[in-house]
């Protein structure tokens, strides 16, 4: 099973510069807890953004169309895997829950089969220059919880939960 996860702002920006535009370390809790103990996939930018290192108890899995030049890292770390077989990862994780990281690129070759999403929208608008703002008309939403705004949540913001239409 293919969960992709990730957070846009009004417009479905998702970042810029290969990082996150915005800062609510309840959306980085959240992200961790759904990701931990699952298989992660994400594109070298995403990888490269997150400044070259795996994210601890998870099977980091890093899409390239060059998977050779990073060989030297990959031995460096016992949860990270390069690969440039980016359509064998669906039947890869059929009987196993692993989510999708983003970015741009690898949500939307991706997409037809993924079959739950966790978006998290917040209710501002930020400055970037990477959008991912796809038909949702083939999921269902079936939770919603409301995130929580204080001095370090600045912005309204809410957690959502879909599934792929039978």
């Known amino acids: 099973m293919l969960i992709a996860i990730y957070a846009h702002d009004d417009h479905h ?14 959306d980085m809790k959240f992200f961790k807890k759904q990701t931990t103990g699952h298989p992660l996939i994400m594109g070298r930018t995403t990888f490269e953004g997150m ?19 990073y060989q ?3 031995k460096m770390y016992d949860n990270l ?7 064998g990862l669906p039947q890869q994780f059929e009987d196993e829950v692993a989510y999708v990281s983003g970015g741009a690129e690898i949500f939307n ?10 978006i998290t929208p917040i209710k501002a608008t930020f400055t970037g220059d990477t959008y991912f703002d796809p038909d949702l008309s083939a999921f269902e939403r079936y939770d919603v919880v409301a995130g929580e705004q204080d001095e370090r949540h600045p912005y309204p913001y809410q957690f959502e939960f879909w599934r792929r239409k039978k």
Request: zero cysteines.
């Open 13 to 26: 920006l998702i970042g810029k510069d290969n990082q996150i535009p915005w800062h609510l370390p309840n």
């Open 51 to 69: 400044g070259n290192r795996p994210l601890p108890n998870r099977h980091n899995i890093v899409v390239t169309h060059h998977p050779e030049k």
């Open 72 to 74: 030297d890292l990959e």
């Open 81 to 87: 895997t390069f690969t440039a077989d980016l359509a």
């Open 109 to 118: 070759a991706l997409w037809p089969k993924i079959d739950e999403l966790r």
